[in-house]
């Protein structure tokens, strides 16, 4: 079974410009979360879905994060225009069922805004 | 709000010796707790869980974690340290009261087995 896999591995970017991550879950997994973790600090949550549909945003930083699920399938994560404080690794992760259950993580995008 | 804490930023054992990674844990009701292993350059690998039932969890690679509600932590144990145990390590808690509650991590623990 494939597990989660995100793309890219890395991305270095300037102040103001786009990015765009990319994650694609364990297939039949509904629910998928974004987190962010920055140099030595918590991963933090930013937000969830199922299927297509937000279930929770609230770790979502500001407007210039947009996350989007067409289909249920894979989901993006764009960031315009990208800040310094942005910089940080960017973790997918999926799960069957949310409540109890484990999720299953990708190996993450580090992100660097320069 | 549900909080986590890994009180020690890195773990130093020797090799066969059994270790400890400390995890506190704060939530209004009762807890889903879950240990994760991070390797260098992968993602964060699921170790173990409690929901409920026994105190004392088993999970992959040999390690184990109790459950203390009235101390509220949930420590990540294993009897003897392999050098390839050497990771970052990362406590999680989700709040079972009121609903829908997201997942929250801690810091980590770097855990460090000399050979």
């Known amino acids: 079974e494939a597990g989660v896999t995100q793309f890219p591995s890395h991305s270095v970017i300037e102040k103001g410009q786009t990015v765009t991550l990319r994650c694609d879950p364990i297939?039949?997994?509904?629910?998928l979360y974004w987190y962010r973790r920055v140099m030595g600090k918590e991963i933090k949550f930013l937000l969830h879905f199922v299927k297509e549909s937000k279930q929770d945003e609230s770790g979502m930083p500001n407007n210039r994060f947009l996350a989007e699920r067409t289909g249920g399938t894979y989901s993006t994560l764009k960031v315009q225009p990208a800040e310094l404080e942005d910089s940080g690794v960017y973790f997918c992760a999926s799960s069957l069922w949310d409540s109890g259950n484990e999720q299953f993580f990708g190996p993450g995008t580090r992100l660097t805004v320069l | 709000a549900q909080s986590v804490a890994q009180p020690e930023d890195q773990v130093n054992v020797a090799e066969g010796n059994p270790l400890t990674v400390k995890c506190t844990y704060s939530v209004s009701g009762n807890p889903y707790l879950f240990w994760y292993v991070q390797y260098p350059n992968r993602g964060l690998q699921f170790l173990l869980k409690?929901?409920?039932?026994?105190?004392l969890v088993k999970g992959s690679y040999g390690f184990e974690a109790e459950f203390n509600k009235s101390q509220t932590s949930f420590h990540l144990k294993k009897p003897s340290a392999l050098v390839s145990d050497s990771a970052l390590y990362f406590c999680?808690?989700?709040?079972?009261?009121?609903?829908?509650?997201?997942?929250?991590f801690g810091i980590g623990t770097k855990l460090q087995v000399i050979p």
């Open positions: 297939s039949g997994h509904d629910n």
């Open positions: 409690y929901i409920t039932g026994d105190n």
């Open positions: 999680a808690v989700r709040d079972r009261h009121g609903g829908y509650q997201k997942v929250t």
